[in-house]
């Protein structure tokens, strides 16, 4: 099955995010989460599940983790710097049949103060990432923040 084209509104001035999907021309309406000790680590409201959406397959308990810095990079112009989290559970500890290894890559803009790339992967058979583009440093047209008059706005319990 093809993904589903899904745009998102940050509004930190209201408060909320929406996601819109054009298909059905739905938006749905959450409250951006307190996070004041979370500082820029997962940058623009996103976060991706611990379990990644696949809670049979993640084994519980206490992971090994491991960090590492991977330098500064230029994403579209910006300097960012790197690191590279490591979760692996083990097969011994949490009673699954081989190790299960989690690796998140996160390329944070200090200037920003937000994430530019946050990569994902778990297992080697899931992943995901979510990358800004078009980046411009500019007033943004207020408009952008507005979920469109013909589309059905409705409220995500959070």
């Known amino acids: 099955m093809p993904p589903v084209p899904l745009a998102s509104i940050y509004d930190p001035v209201a408060g909320a995010i929406y996601t819109l999907e054009a298909a059905t021309q739905t938006a749905l309406r959450g409250v951006i989460p307190e996070q004041p000790d979370a500082g820029p680590a997962w940058g623009f409201g996103i976060s991706f599940p611990a379990n990644n959406g696949m809670p049979d397959q993640f084994p519980k308990g206490r992971p090994d983790v491991k960090s590492e810095s991977l330098g500064t990079r230029t994403i ?43 990569k994902r992967s778990v297992g080697g058979s899931a992943s995901a990432v979510v990358q800004l583009e078009n980046i411009r440093r500019e007033e943004p047209d207020a408009s952008l923040f507005v979920v469109p008059p013909d589309y059905r706005i409705t409220d995500v319990l959070n």
């Not at 690191?83 to 009673?95: D, G, K, L, Y």
């Not at 390329?107 to 946050?118: H, K, Q």
């Open 76 to 118: 579209q112009g910006i300097d960012a710097q790197g690191t590279r989290i490591t979760m692996t559970w083990s097969a011994r500890s949490s009673r699954i049949r081989r190790d299960v290894v989690s690796v998140d890559e996160r390329w944070i803009s200090r200037e920003l103060g937000m994430a530019l790339v946050l």
